[in-house]
């Protein structure tokens, strides 16, 4: 089985996350570094995709990122958990779009430990409750088949941030999260454990958790990782 580096990055600047990756994309492709999962939760922010309207965004209250991840219009906020797996799709025999339907698996079996039954929807990206709830966004970039940004989990998130947007060219209100629907408060921190377990049953790994400084360390130097 393979090994698979997890960064839990806490909070973190939506910025200084994405130079991060792009960082852990070049070290990769060099195998300099072994696949990675980072973790993290960001301050308010927008992002555009690679297919984003202009006029999906209703507000610039947040800061408006365009990156170059699949997709439209996106909202980072506290009460997320974002995850950006850094993975080398060759050994997956480069196939982004099952890429993106085992993302789908992994956060459909995260949310089955709650209690909530998600499903993905043909010709919709991401993870729906029924089919009028939206609960987890995909949007991802393949760059020398290494994966980067990723997905976003809404826990409990303010979901009326998404009001400054059309998330994904919807209405604002088909946005729910692991709070609403579950009608109790949920900690980004119980949900940790769950998405750790759901990404290594589905991706067939083994997940060896690195601390920042270690990661730090790796990005800054370049020498091959010891897991």
């Known amino acids: 089985m393979s090994k698979t580096l997890v960064i839990d990055l806490q909070t973190r600047d939506y910025k200084e ?24 939760e960001h301050p308010h922010v927008v992002t555009m995709g690679t297919s984003g309207k202009p006029e999906n965004i209703l507000s610039k209250r947040f800061p408006i990122y365009e990156v170059e991840r699949g997709g439209d219009v996106t909202y980072h906020g506290y009460g997320q958990l974002v995850g950006y797996p850094i993975i080398d799709l060759t050994p997956r025999d480069k196939k982004v779009g099952r890429y993106v339907r085992d993302l789908e698996a992994m956060l459909i079996e995260t949310l089955d430990h709650f209690g909530i039954s998600a499903q993905r929807i043909e010709g919709r990206t991401g993870v729906w409750i029924g089919e009028q709830k939206k609960i987890a966004s995909i949007g991802v970039a393949v760059r020398s088949w290494i994966t980067f940004h990723g997905f976003a989990l809404n826990v409990s998130t303010d979901l009326s941030c998404f009001s400054t947007i059309n998330p994904c060219g919807y209405e604002s209100g088909v946005m729910t999260s692991i709070t609403e629907q ?21 991706f067939a790994t083994k997940l060896e958790p690195a601390s920042e400084e270690k ?13």
């Open 17 to 40: 996350t994405w130079e991060l990756q792009l960082s852990l994309v070049e070290l990769r492709a060099q195998a300099l570094v072994p696949d990675a999962l980072l973790l993290v």
């Open 215 to 227: 990661l730090t360390r790796l990005v800054r130097s370049g020498v091959p990782a010891k897991t």
């Open 182 to 202: 579950l009608g109790r408060p949920v900690s980004i921190s119980e949900v940790k454990g769950p998405i750790r377990n759901a990404f290594e049953h589905v």
